[in-house]
């Protein structure tokens, strides 16, 4: 989980067409480097995970104590509400908060469908239940022991995304036309979990991530939670740096996740 929280720290400032860069080469953290409504939600969903807590109630809590961390049109006014009624949404945000998942529960089916509850509290079209499997999954893999190859091709298998593009590929097209469409599940899951394949290290997954393009934050946030899992942890130094950005509920919850999940499996 601190592997998703990183990448969206990370990827914060070079989100967005007038903000992307194209190569691998730039400040891993800067002064205005901030977390989003990514690690927010990432933490919401761990904290329900950790206590039981039903996932609408703690998304709402969370999004009540963190305003302003940048939600989404939809969720922001589904989080205001009363309602507790999913909108059909196949946004990125539903593979974006649910790596927690992937770390918490000890076989692959549970953590499809605990995917699928996180997701479908606000996400319940199918491409974002997708989404939220596929990248569930890959942290599963990734934490016990699957080879990038096996995982490329369960992902591939299962959830029918293309992950053969290479990140050399993505970077000359990939969101050069940003728009709407960028912040989709199918247009954000398969480059996010290309750019773990394609890295030698978790920091290497992070930036080549970055250097695509599109929803960076987002994207990061995605590879991160998986390259967390394949290579056993996130580099100290960036520990560090991510940990200095948190605030102590967000750091309270992430050190207590950690402890019961990631830190006693070793």
Same mark, same amino acid.
């Given at each position: 989980?601190?592997?998703?929280?990183?990448?969206?720290?990370?990827?914060?400032?070079?989100?967005g067409?007038h903000?992307?860069?194209?190569?691998?080469?730039?400040?891993?953290?800067?002064?205005?480097?901030?977390?989003?409504d990514?690690?927010?939600?990432?933490?919401?969903?761990?904290?329900?995970?950790?206590?039981?807590?039903?996932?609408?109630?703690?998304?709402?809590?969370?999004?009540?104590?963190?305003?302003?961390?940048?939600?989404?049109?939809?969720?922001?006014r589904?989080?205001?509400?009363?309602?507790?009624?999913?909108y059909?949404?196949?946004?990125?945000?539903?593979?974006?908060?649910?790596?927690?998942?992937?770390?918490?529960?000890?076989?692959?089916?549970?953590?499809?469908?605990?995917?699928?509850?996180?997701?479908?509290?606000?996400?319940?079209?199918?491409?974002? !239940?997708? %989404?939220?499997? $596929?990248? *569930?999954?890959?942290?599963?893999?990734? @934490?016990?022991?699957?080879?990038?190859?096996?995982? +490329?091709?369960?992902?591939?298998?299962?959830?029918?995304?293309?992950?053969?593009?290479?990140?050399?590929?993505?970077?000359?097209?990939?969101?050069?036309?940003?728009?709407?469409?960028?912040?989709?599940?199918?247009?954000?899951?398969?480059?996010?979990i290309?750019?773990?394949?394609?890295s030698?290290?978790?920091?290497?997954?992070?930036?080549?991530?970055?250097?695509?393009?599109?929803?960076?934050d987002?994207?990061?946030? !995605?590879? %991160?939670?998986? $390259?967390? *899992?394949?290579?056993?942890?996130?580099? @100290?130094?960036?520990?560090?740096?991510?940990?200095? +950005?948190?605030?102590?509920?967000?750091?309270?919850?992430?050190l207590?996740?950690?402890?019961?999940?990631?830190?006693?499996?070793?």
């Amino acid at each position: 989980m601190l592997g998703a929280i990183a990448g969206d720290i990370i990827g914060s400032l070079y989100e967005g067409m007038h903000r992307n860069i194209r190569t691998t080469e730039f400040p891993l953290f800067r002064d205005r480097s901030h977390f989003t409504d990514d690690t927010v939600l990432t933490v919401a969903v761990a904290d329900a995970i950790l206590h039981g807590t039903p996932y609408y109630e703690k998304l709402k809590e969370y999004y009540g104590l963190y305003p302003g961390a940048g939600y989404g049109g939809a969720f922001k006014r589904w989080a205001r509400s009363d309602s507790v009624e999913p909108y059909n949404s196949f946004g990125n945000g539903s593979a974006m908060r649910v790596s927690a998942a992937g770390f918490a529960f000890d076989s692959i089916e549970d953590v499809l469908s605990e995917a699928k509850k996180i997701a479908e509290v606000t996400h319940n079209h199918p491409e974002g !239940i997708r %989404g939220a499997q $596929a990248t *569930a999954a890959a942290v599963f893999m990734a @934490r016990t022991g699957a080879g990038k190859e096996e995982i +490329r091709q369960c992902v591939q298998g299962a959830f029918g995304y293309d992950l053969s593009e290479s990140i050399d590929s993505l970077r000359t097209w990939y969101a050069l036309d940003y728009n709407l469409l960028y912040i989709s599940c199918q247009k954000s899951v398969p480059p996010a979990i290309i750019a773990f394949l394609d890295s030698e290290d978790f920091e290497d997954a992070i930036r080549k991530v970055v250097s695509i393009g599109g929803d960076t934050d987002t994207l990061a946030c !995605i590879t %991160g939670g998986i $390259a967390e *899992a394949f290579y056993g942890g996130v580099p @100290r130094d960036i520990q560090d740096q991510v940990v200095a +950005r948190l605030d102590e509920r967000l750091s309270l919850v992430l050190l207590e996740f950690t402890e019961k999940y990631i830190k006693r499996r070793g």
